[in-house]
């Protein structure tokens, strides 16, 4: 839990809050004017700090203009009577987290005592993350964390001074080609060509010239001679995605190309030799499209030296908060903003199983980012598809009658469920949840307490 300190001159009050909230579980400071606060601030590790508004020697406001520069880390909340809600509203521009209207009730104080734990939370691991993202291990802006994504930066780092031909197998959007990419990065051929052929983009009748060349005067149109992308990677690597859609007339050359290292360009007779590193990628069951007929045998296990199996996010749920933070980063230096987002939201994004894998995850940030009226993401930026899961996750009410559960039990099951549900929507915010369940803000906060709602 959160070390508290309260500041407030009424010692009765401290007496109070401390007694209520050690009971609790919380390591509670207390300090009677301006001068003690400070020294409470340097002695102990106060996270969330209560600060009346009116105190012998200063006023809260001062102290909080002193304060916030010194430790951005902390928490501060205003205490203030209600004749003084013109000051607090000055007090929250000036850097508090909150207000407490006095006499506090400390239920209300409790509330606002977690959205600030939560707060913190999610600086603090905003702060780990960005730390872990600086520490892990990233070429080529391959990042993971999970043991997977592990395992194949060991792979890629044991194989990438080798010749051997490198097969990437996985979903679209898992990221083969920056893999690809990582691996030449590694290798002795660094600082010669990388080049990359997309074999699905390429009409079936093109892709043969677009990969060996052509000679002058080999089909209409052929005005003079060019090298393909084998001639143009020599010496480096060539990267050939979706190699599945290779047509089986070509299969025979490519095959050529890996044993013999040699090619004829299209309407030439004669043999071009050439050193290339060859790493393919396919979203496809290869083996599959062997046993159909579709795909050469011989080819494949020639192109399956080393096979590197990218699994898909959902699978590696663990890299989801560092790859948010990755794109986070980019989009906060793209956009000049500090765009930041709770845990729940992060804890949300982590459930959804990402069909597009890490592509979608990216564009999905981005397009938060851009939407973002502030600098806090809300699930309402995101696309509407991962809101309408959540939704019908919180919205699902169970079809049966439990026998171990009377009815007014049941009632406060899906009661509560509601309850959750409204504050999602409305991104934790109390007063929009109450507008959304059409109740009092103190009749929900009262619910809130009532079921552990944090």
Not at 47 to 76: N, R
Not at 145 to 171: C, D, H, P, Q
Not at 311 to 326: A, G, N, S, V, Y
């Amino acid at each position: 839990m959160n070390t508290l300190l309260f500041v407030d001159d009424e010692i009765q009050l401290l007496r109070i809050l401390a007694s209520s909230f050690r009971k609790k579980g919380y390591e509670v400071h207390t300090a009677f004017n301006g001068g003690e606060a400070r020294k409470k601030l340097i002695k102990t590790k106060a996270d969330i700090i209560f600060l009346d508004l009116k105190l012998p020697d200063t006023t809260g406001i001062d102290l909080l203009q002193e304060f916030v520069p010194l430790y951005p880390e902390k928490l501060f909340v205003i205490m203030t009577a209600y004749s003084d809600v013109e000051s607090a509203v000055t007090a929250m521009k000036a850097g508090a987290f909150d207000y407490i209207v006095k006499p506090a009730k400390l239920d209300e104080m409790q509330v606002v005592i977690d959205k600030a734990t939560e707060w913190l939370k999610m600086k603090r691991e905003n702060v780990y993350l960005k730390e872990t993202l600086q520490q892990i291990q990233s070429e080529g802006n391959v990042i993971g964390v999970s043991s997977s994504m592990k395992r194949i930066f060991e792979m890629v780092e044991r194989a990438a001074n080798t010749n051997a031909t490198i097969l990437l197998e996985g979903e679209s959007g898992t990221g083969k080609s920056l893999i690809a990419r990582m691996v030449h990065q590694l290798s002795e051929r660094e600082k010669k060509p990388f080049i990359s052929v997309n074999c699905a983009a390429i009409p079936e009748q093109l892709l043969e010239s677009e990969l060996f060349g052509y000679e002058k005067g080999s089909f209409t149109g052929a005005h003079s001679s060019r090298k393909g992308k084998f001639a143009a990677a020599h010496e480096g690597t060539i990267f050939l995605d979706e190699i599945g859609e290779i047509p089986p007339s070509l299969q025979g050359k490519l095959l050529q190309v890996i044993q013999e290292k040699s090619f004829m360009r299209l309407g030439s007779n004669t043999l071009e030799k050439v050193d290339v590193r060859i790493i393919a990628a396919t979203n496809r069951d290869l083996k599959k499209r062997v046993e159909e007929g579709a795909f050469r045998e011989d080819l494949y296990y020639r192109l399956n030296i080393v096979d590197i199996y990218v699994p898909p996010l959902r699978e590696r749920k663990e890299d989801i908060p560092i790859l948010i933070e990755t794109f986070l980063e980019k989009n906060r230096t793209k956009y000049n903003k500090s765009f930041h987002l709770s845990s729940e939201l992060r804890n949300i994004l982590i459930d959804y199983d990402w069909p597009g894998n890490v592509r979608e995850l990216e564009n999905a940030v981005e397009r938060a980012a851009v939407l973002c009226s502030g600098n806090q993401l809300s699930i309402d930026d995101f696309p509407p598809e991962i809101k309408h899961i959540k939704q019908k996750e919180n919205q699902e009410i169970p079809d049966q009658w439990h026998p171990s559960l009377s009815l007014p039990e049941h009632l406060e099951q899906l009661e509560k469920q509601l309850i959750l549900s409204a504050l999602e929507q409305s991104s934790g915010q109390i007063t929009g949840a109450a507008r959304i369940l059409s109740i009092s803000k103190q009749r929900l906060l009262y619910k809130m307490n009532k079921y552990s709602i944090r």
